[in-house]
Nanobody, 123 residues
């Protein structure tokens, strides 16, 4: 089983930026098509934010397009999420995950979850 460890969360004012990192214990693309970021706002269901497949194809949820950028470092087995122009509605626990199907944000295709990192955006 893949171990995923997120870091980089924190508290920031609206309009600010954060960069999340996810260190994987192995090269996940040997087994899964995509890696991704998911989030769960307080009192709401978990949702997909962004995924990136082995060929660097990226998929974003509409609410973060133009503000968030997903990327990966294959040599370091690390996934990133650069979050700019943050809004209070981005407040959530952010999770890194392996995804069995390419290009999907649906949580039903997630195989492994990290423990999460909290992001709080104040107005």
């Amino acid at each position: 089983q893949v171990q995923l460890v997120e870091s980089g969360g924190g508290s920031v004012q609206a309009g600010g930026s954060l960069r999340l990192s996810c260190a994987a214990s192995t090269n996940t693309y040997n087994s899964y098509c995509s890696m991704g970021w998911f989030r769960q706002p307080p009192g709401k269901e978990r949702e997909g934010v962004a995924v990136i497949d082995s060929g660097d194809t990226k998929t974003y949820v509409d609410s973060v397009k133009g503000r968030f950028t997903i990327s990966k470092d294959n040599a370091e087995n690390t996934l990133y999420l650069q979050m700019n122009s943050l809004k209070p509605e981005d407040t959530a626990m952010y999770y890194c995950a392996t995804v069995r199907v390419c290009g999907t944000l649906w949580i039903g295709y997630v195989n492994d979850w990290g423990q999460g990192t909290q992001v709080i955006v104040s107005s």
